[in-house]
């Protein structure tokens, strides 16, 4: 089996083969090499938070939202929440727009700043995270241990959030998730209703006010506007 070769340990040979640094300082060379260590270890951070968030666009990044005028966002606005206070502060942020204006995107590309930031993230279709819960029994461990992850994770995506009208079981497991998170991180919902016609899909008034407190009070709200991205790209 080849050995693994360090990002500084390939500086040190880089250094060595390579003229241009015969004019440097020892302490040069040494710092440069442990700079390229350092980046390697923060690329590889990195990619292992956002390969664990399920987020199935790894590629998503901020630096590629279109600002145009239309869309309602602008780049000091994009640029703001690159620098991730949202996630230190855990402020909700509630993604509101028609379909395909470009609700998930940016979504997932707050997960890749959040993962750049140093912070853990989950991704989740609302419909795929209810019907997940839905075939693990409540005394199975898997369940719990599912569940500590998204009660303990930084940022929290919820994707196409109440599209479709969910049963009292689901709204009620949705409150808990929302409830034990609350003091601890980020939620980010995408949806193409406003909070108040979230209540329609909930069954139950008093869950429903409960679930649109938690991720309403205090939140982000962007409202995207403008064409199909889908026909532009």
């Known amino acids: 089996t080849a050995l693994r070769m360090t990002a500084f340990g390939r500086s040190v040979i880089d250094i060595a083969n390579d003229p241009a640094f015969d004019a440097w ?24 938070l956002l390969k664990a968030s399920r987020s199935p666009n790894l590629d998503a990044c901020l630096e590629k939202i279109v600002c145009t005028p239309d869309r309602n966002i602008n780049p000091e606005q994009v640029s703001r929440l690159a620098h991730g206070q949202w996630c230190h502060l855990g402020q909700n942020i509630v993604i509101l727009g028609k379909s395909s204006v470009g609700k998930t995107y940016l979504a997932q590309a707050l997960l890749t700043a959040a993962c750049r930031n140093d912070y853990s993230a989950r991704f989740f ?64 919902v995408t949806s193409q209703f406003t909070p108040d016609e979230w209540y329609k899909s909930i069954p139950d008034a008093v869950i429903a006010e409960s679930i649109l407190n938690r991720l309403v009070a205090g939140a982000e709200i962007i409202t995207l506007e403008g064409t199909n991205m889908r026909l532009t790209q």
């Open 25 to 48: 300082t020892f302490s040069q060379k040494v710092l440069y090499a442990l700079d390229k260590e350092v980046a390697a270890r923060r690329e590889r951070r990195i990619n292992k």
């Open 125 to 188: 279709r609302t419909d795929t995270l209810a019907n997940h819960l839905a075939v693990l029994k409540h005394d199975d461990p898997a369940r719990i241990t599912f569940l500590e992850d998204l009660h303990h994770t930084d940022v929290l995506v919820l994707d196409d959030f109440l599209t479709t009208p969910i049963d009292a079981a689901t709204a009620h497991q949705l409150l808990n998730i929302l409830a034990e998170r609350e003091p601890r991180g980020s939620t980010i």
